[in-house]
């Protein structure tokens, strides 16, 4: 059954105060609206039957990133299977953020860590870029979606960001949009207060981070993208950081300058 089309909100506007944050969350790839029975599929069953241990009548909530969050129960419970009756709507959806975090691939166990704090961080979209420096060139987008999907359901985001197919550095420069603005992480910055380099800017065309592989650009690289319009290059202070830990700094800095951690017009998704 078709969900009802729903208004759609800023993350801003959704009052967290009132959340509950210790419920348990499923994100479903069915639409979702009052009164509609679902079939989890056979993982849910067992997260919800197995490692949760939920039995017959117990309340979770399930999003889907298109229509909002639900309260749903459990129904005709098995030991391998059950239904999930979805009662009322919880949350209205949220906009993704026209954010998007652009990263070198890394080793698995820290990509995986990447993709979860940039999700917690309020990405909209994650693209891979593929640099001379690259260490991991063949990306497993299926394991990057099963990361950013459960950092969403265990932190309350209904935004779930898009993950993007790889591309080339220099496919990602020559197709850059003029109006929107990229923010270059580049350990050759001069040390200066990264908010400083992040003053004036506006985020209404949308905003690109961009943060290297574990060597860094080479000096061709580093031109190329320094060449772009409306690039702001700043520094993440005078510690060399991994990779993994430069995603939440870069996406902190951003939010806290432009991003939703402030209110005053500039953020995003303010058109």
């Known amino acids: 059954m078709a969900s009802a089309p729903c208004a759609r909100v800023s993350a801003w506007e959704v009052i967290v105060s009132a959340y509950d944050f210790s419920a348990q969350r499923l994100f479903v790839r069915d639409d979702l609206a009052p009164d509609v029975e679902?079939?989890?599929?056979?993982?849910?069953?067992?997260y919800l039957l197995n490692v949760l241990r939920m039995r017959e009548g117990a309340a979770i909530h399930v999003f889907n990133g298109r229509d909002g969050e639900f309260r749903a129960t459990l129904a005709n419970v098995s030991r391998r299977s059950a239904r999930l009756r979805v009662g009322e709507r919880l949350r209205p959806q949220t906009?993704?953020?026209?954010l998007d975090y652009c990263f070198a691939p890394l080793k698995q166990a820290?990509?995986?860590?990447?993709?979860?704090?940039?999700?917690?961080?309020?990405?909209?979209?994650?693209?891979?870029?593929?640099?001379?420096?690259?260490?991991?060139?063949?990306?497993?987008?299926?394991?990057?979606?099963?990361?950013?999907?459960e950092a969403a359901e265990q932190c309350g985001v209904l935004a779930v960001p898009e993950v993007a197919a790889a591309v080339e550095l220099q496919d990602f420069t020559a197709r850059w949009p003029a109006r929107r603005l990229l923010v270059f992480c580049d350990e050759h910055a001069?040390?200066?207060?990264?908010?400083?380099?992040?003053?004036?800017?506006?985020?209404?065309?949308?905003?690109?981070v961009?943060?290297?592989?574990?060597?860094?650009?080479?000096?061709?690289?580093?031109?190329a993208i320094a060449g772009l319009p409306n690039v702001a290059r700043l520094s993440l202070g005078?510690?060399?950081?991994?990779?993994?830990?430069?995603?939440?700094?870069a996406l902190a800095i951003v939010q806290a300058a432009i991003g939703d951690w402030v209110a005053d017009g500039r953020r995003l998704n303010e058109k």
């Open 210 to 223: 961009l943060i290297g592989p574990e060597g860094g650009f080479d000096d061709a690289e580093r031109a």
């Open 38 to 46: 679902l079939a989890p599929s056979a993982e849910a069953a067992n």
């Open 110 to 149: 820290r990509l995986d860590y990447m993709a979860q704090k940039a999700t917690e961080m309020g990405a909209g979209r994650l693209l891979p870029v593929i640099t001379r420096r690259t260490q991991v060139r063949r990306l497993n987008t299926g394991r990057l979606e099963s990361n950013v999907i």
């Open 95 to 98: 906009e993704r953020a026209d």
């Open 238 to 249: 005078p510690r060399v950081l991994r990779a993994d830990t430069a995603a939440v700094a």
């Open 190 to 208: 001069a040390l200066a207060n990264p908010l400083d380099a992040l003053h004036g800017r506006t985020a209404r065309e949308g905003v690109s």
